[in-house]
């Protein structure tokens, strides 16, 4: 079973629409994040969170909210849908750095999401 | 802010001959950087890492370079593959337990 894994995979949502995307983790970290990606553009960082009650904004978060409802679940809200919020959705989760730990990320598969 | 730059344009080679791939930043140079790999419709995959105070790192094929004057890491692929085709992204940490901040990724063709 995958480490990281992102609900649903694809969706076709209108606009002023509320949706939610959920990521959960097996990997026993603490951190989590939600990217966007578009072409050309790379991956971008909306919010982050380093522990359960740690919730932090990242470059693009207007337009967006988060919960981590516990340590594995992190989920994703559009609170009012877009056209400019389609993307490919992604997040990721990595350890607490230490000594003998690296700050590798881990990604689900991705949700793709398009807002008509 | 800090930006990092990677070869736009796709980079085309035939099965055999090294790839090689950039990744330049700006301003103040990072504590570690990172390389990914992500094929079409994929979460990207960590690859190597490599810190500030090294120069070179290698894992099999791969091997990535570091250099703080020049502001720039290079990224090899030996004996390159058709199944090396992806998109290789790279991902700078400013300290340690930083965030990560991306490049926007180069696009890597091998041709049989």
């Known amino acids: 079973d995958a480490d990281v894994t992102q609900t649903p995979r694809n969706r076709i949502t209108k606009t002023g629409k509320r949706i939610m995307l959920e990521c959960s983790q097996t990997k026993g970290h603490d951190r989590m994040y939600w990217y966007r990606q578009d072409p050309g553009l790379g991956l971008q960082l909306i919010y982050y969170?380093?522990?359960?009650?740690?919730?932090n904004k990242g470059e693009i978060s207007d337009g967006y909210s988060v919960s981590r409802q516990a340590q594995a679940k992190f989920s994703l809200s559009l609170e009012s849908a877009i056209p400019n919020q389609t993307a490919l959705y992604f997040c990721?989760?990595?350890?607490?750095?230490?000594?003998?730990?690296?700050?590798?990320?881990?990604f689900g598969p991705g949700t793709r999401l398009l807002v008509l | 802010s800090q930006k990092i730059e990677q070869n736009s344009e796709a980079l085309n080679i035939q099965e055999g001959k090294t790839a090689t791939l950039t990744c330049n930043y700006t301003?103040?140079?990072?504590?570690?950087l990172q390389w990914y790999r992500q094929d079409p419709g994929r979460g990207p995959v960590f690859l190597l890492l490599?810190?500030?105070?090294?120069k070179e790192k290698r894992k099999e094929r791969l091997k990535v370079t570091f250099d703080t004057t020049l502001k720039q890491s290079l990224f090899h692929i030996t004996a390159s593959q058709p199944a090396d085709s992806a998109t290789y992204l790279c991902a700078l940490v400013y300290n340690q337990g930083g965030k990560l901040i991306f490049g926007q990724g180069t696009e890597l063709s091998v041709k049989p």
């Open positions: 301003n103040y140079s990072p504590a570690y």
């Open positions: 990721a989760t990595s350890a607490r750095p230490s000594g003998r730990t690296q700050e590798t990320q881990y």
């Open positions: 969170s380093f522990d359960v009650k740690d919730i």
């Open positions: 490599i810190r500030e105070n090294e």
